[in-house]
């Protein structure tokens, strides 16, 4: 699923990486934490127990292999993506899934579907023209591209829609919010955050998929 998403500020990227789905882009920082995830397992092995190990089940069905007793996961090959933990006895005591809690995408492109969204005003020169997907078609292309005041990054003294921008989500100093309130609730906090942007502030449009 696409969604158009608004960043505010110079390091839209950065902003961005703190909410990365791990398994899709296998980036490992400091977003990706050891989540214990070991009574998920276990619950989910009661209908395979008459035929496998919880060991066996584990690396058969969802790819997760063993960390034998007094050794370190290999982070950066085999358990990079999750492991389980062995004791004295050689038997499963913890299972571990590697991931970002706080993941909203698994991909990213400045405009993309959404190219174009920003208006300039009257007398702004473009500094960059919309980044468009393989989905649009040349005429529509074609079309906005002769509209030479759309673009999808500009300060926000510079863009003439504000208003008129719709999103799903938005990200500020870090923060992530995105639309899944009451319509009311959410048009009140989209005038909050066009109120708390300052006109020096860099406005960037991208297209995030899950």
């Not at 158009?4 to 909410?19: D, H, R, S, T, Y």
């Amino acid at each position: 699923m696409h969604f158009k998403v608004m960043v505010i500020g110079e390091n839209p990227e950065e902003q961005l990486q703190a909410f990365h789905e791990f398994e899709c882009d296998g980036v490992d920082d400091k977003y990706v934490v050891d989540i214990d995830d070991t009574e998920y397992f276990l619950e989910e092995y009661k209908s395979y127990k008459d035929k496998y190990t919880f060991e066996e089940y584990l690396l058969e069905y969802e790819n997760i292999e063993s960390v034998e007793y007094r050794c370190s996961p290999q982070l950066h090959s085999k358990h990079k993506y999750g492991y389980a933990l062995k004791d004295e006895n050689g038997l499963i005591f913890k299972v571990v899934r590697r991931q970002n809690p706080n993941s909203k995408w698994d991909y990213y492109r400045i405009g993309g579907r959404y190219a174009g969204s920003i208006k300039l005003k009257d007398g702004v020169s473009r500094k960059n023209i919309p980044n468009f997907s393989w989905e649009w078609n040349f005429s529509s292309k074609d079309e906005l591209d002769k509209r030479r005041n759309m673009c999808d990054r500009a300060l926000k003294h510079q863009i003439e829609n504000l208003d008129e921008i719709s999103f799903c989500a938005f990200l500020k100093d870090g923060v992530w919010s995105e639309n899944n309130m009451e319509d009311d609730y959410w048009e009140n906090e989209i005038e909050l955050l066009k109120d708390s942007i300052s006109d020096e502030e860099l406005i960037t449009i991208y297209d995030c998929h899950v």
